[in-house]
Nanobody, 120 residues
Framework: QVQLVESGGGLVQAGGSLRLSCAAS????????MGWFRQAPGKEREFVAS????????SYADAVKGRFTISRDNGKNTMYLQVNSLKPEDSAVYYC?????????????WGQGTQVTVSS
């Protein structure tokens, strides 16, 4: 059974930092792109960041550029999102996702999410 499990969320003051983790099990994702998404109450799920299968290619939403850093450790089958300089508008449930393989354009696997709440 393939699982993506997020962790590292929590309550933090504005300007603070967190490190989110996404641990995969059931198969290796070392040849698959992975990404982070978030969904705030009453809003649609939105793209945050993605990383290519080797970790060498990254992409970020404009709202998080310069503050968030995505990375992965294929040896641990784990992806990370370092979130710095947090703002109240970053509050959301953060989800990790993975593609089936390096050529896929769809997000085939999703985690259950981890809550990030930023107080002002």
């Amino acid at each position: 059974q393939v699982q993506l499990v997020e962790s590292g969320g929590g309550l933090v003051q504005a300007g603070g930092s967190l490190r989110l983790s996404c641990a995969a099990s059931g198969r290796t994702f070392s040849s698959s792109g992975m990404g982070w998404f978030r969904q705030a109450p009453g809003k649609e799920r939105e793209f945050v960041a993605s990383v290519g299968w080797s970790g060498g290619s990254t992409s970020y939403a404009d709202a998080v550029k310069g503050r968030f850093t995505i990375s992965r450790d294929n040896g641990k089958n784990t992806m990370y999102l370092q979130v710095n300089s947090l703002k109240p508008e970053d509050s959301a449930v953060y989800y990790c996702a993975a593609r089936s393989n390096r050529w896929s354009q769809t997000w085939a696997y999703w985690g259950q999410g981890t809550q990030v709440t930023v107080s002002s």
